[in-house]
């Protein structure tokens, strides 16, 4: 069975840093991956995604995630941290019709 | 283009009640997605419709919960009788195509259950 693993339940930055959340997949077959991003109280929403195509996936509001099959991971990052960008991300797996998610990370961005 | 519509928002009963959560999927698409989410457990899926039919229940935690679909644009998810224990975030999500990719989540109903 698939699954992801999210290293760091929260990270937190400052505004204008780096931001890189990590996460880890195990997989036996070439995966389909995901990022998702909560902002309270709402849904869920895609950021990004993988679908063995290039290895660097850009997505929405400047973030992208680069596919490293010898490390198993999808780690999403952004240049530099805007306060909106403080939520929970969640990486995903997909695996035989369903995402398979990741317990999620809490983004903090400090003034 | 409307989202997915979930009704409603916020729902507080008392144990032993029935709770009957609704969930309008984007035109179109024909996969639909029941997940749950809670600190302790995180996201889960419930349960998952194609074409209106269920494919996977195996998510759906005991004989309490159910979920019905029945026409392309209407599903509920109904929990009798309800326990304090079912209090969180229960989220509808829709998608299209054989792959069921990506998933477009509605913003959730808050279930409290005291």
């Known amino acids: 069975a698939q699954s992801v693993t999210q290293l760091g339940s929260h990270v937190s930055v400052s505004e204008g840093a780096l931001v890189l959340l990590r996460c880890n997949y195990s997989?036996?077959?070439?995966?389909?991956l995901f990022w998702y991003v909560q902002y309270p109280n709402q849904g869920l929403q895609l950021l990004l995604k993988?679908?063995?195509?290039?290895?660097l996936v850009k997505g929405i509001n400047g973030f992208e995630a680069e596919f490293k099959k010898s490390e198993t991971s999808f780690h999403l990052t952004k240049p530099s941290a805007h306060m909106s960008d403080a939520a929970e991300y969640f990486c995903?797996?997909?695996?035989?019709?369903?995402?398979?998610f990741g317990q999620g990370t809490e983004l903090s961005v400090k003034p | 283009d409307a989202g997915v519509i979930q009704s409603p928002r916020h729902e507080v009963t008392e144990m032993g009640q029935e709770v009957t959560l609704r969930c309008k999927p984007i035109?179109?698409?024909?996969?639909l997605f029941w997940y749950r989410q809670t600190m302790m457990r995180g996201l889960e899926l419930l349960i998952y419709?194609?074409?209106?039919?269920?494919?996977?229940d195996s998510g759906m935690p005991e004989d309490r919960f159910s979920a019905k679909m029945p026409n392309a644009s209407f599903s509920t998810l109904k929990i009798q009788p309800s326990e304090p224990r079912d209090s969180a975030v229960y989220f509808c999500?829709?998608?299209?195509?054989?792959?069921?990719?990506?998933?477009?989540f509605g913003d959730g109903t808050r279930l409290s259950i005291l």
């Open positions: 419709f194609n074409n209106n039919v269920p494919i996977d």
């Open positions: 997989s036996s077959v070439p995966p389909y």
């Open positions: 999500a829709s998608s299209l195509g054989q792959q069921r990719l990506p998933q477009h």
């Open positions: 995903a797996v997909y695996q035989g019709g369903k995402l398979i």
């Open positions: 035109s179109g698409h024909n996969s």
């Open positions: 993988y679908t063995s195509a290039a290895t």
